[in-house]
């Protein structure tokens, strides 16, 4: 299974990003993905989750009220829109894809909050 994410890059303090985790050819939808972010010098943190039997979704302390996880109709694609972007936010973000028998990761994308 490849996890794939996209939407990264440079905003400035206070702006918005939307970053994407999909699986191609594979849906999303049975299962639980998860959104971690790792900054330098730092442990991986997980950032947002979103179960795969409609249950509430839960987020880092952090990040509650500014960031939001949903599933698009098709099932075939994550988002984690980020808005209020803090310089403190700027980190590699990596998409988990939770299956019964093992967890696949994707390669990461870059997010830099930064004026």
């Known amino acids: 299974l490849q996890v794939v994410e996209s939407g990264g890059g440079l905003v400035q303090p206070g702006g918005s990003l939307r970053l994407s985790c999909a699986a191609p050819g594979f849906s999303l939808d049975y299962y639980g993905v998860g959104w971690f972010r790792q900054a330098p010098g730092k442990e991986r943190e997980r950032v947002s989750c979103i179960s795969s039997s409609g249950g509430s979704n839960r987020y880092a302390d952090s990040v509650k009220g500014r960031f939001t996880i949903s599933r698009d109709s098709a099932g075939t694609t994550v988002y984690l829109q980020m808005n209020s972007l803090k310089p403190e936010d700027t980190a590699v973000y990596y998409c988990?894809?939770?299956?019964?028998?093992?967890?696949?990761w994707g390669q990461g994308t870059q997010v830099t909050v930064s004026s």
């Open positions: 988990k894809v939770a299956l019964l028998t093992a967890d696949y």
